[in-house]
């Protein structure tokens, strides 16, 4: 099932977050980016509506944490916690900080 629509290779960064449950509401996760704390392939983003591709690395403070994460595919919904996760590959899995 071929998908190419121009429209559909990418996706908006506060709806990426929400669709993959790093926020638990738009608004959340319009504020996560107004702060300035984001990152998207290196850049710092303080636009909710940046627009994010598949491949790309994004850098997300998570509570205490700091998560860096690829997208592998766009998600179409926001779904289940397991439909989200299989989106994305953890990269700071081994990272000691």
């Given at each position: 099932m ?14 990426l ?12 996760a319009?504020?996560?980016v107004?702060?300035?704390h984001?990152?998207l392939d ?9 627009a994010?591709h598949?491949?790309a690395t ?8 700091i998560e ?5 595919s766009l998600?179409?919904?926001r779904g ?5 996760q299989?989106?994305y590959?953890r990269?700071d899995?081994?990272?000691?900080s």
């Amino acid at each position: 099932m071929p998908d190419h629509p121009g429209a559909a290779a990418s996706i908006r960064l506060d709806k990426l977050l929400w669709y993959l449950r790093f926020a638990r509401s738009r608004g959340l996760a319009q504020a996560m980016v107004a702060a300035g704390h984001i990152r998207l392939d290196g850049r710092r983003v303080t636009r909710a509506s940046a627009a994010v591709h598949a491949g790309a690395t994004l850098v997300l403070p998570i509570g205490e944490r700091i998560e860096v994460i690829r997208l592998l595919s766009l998600p179409r919904r926001r779904g289940p916690a397991p439909e989200a996760q299989a989106c994305y590959v953890r990269l700071d899995g081994a990272a000691a900080s």
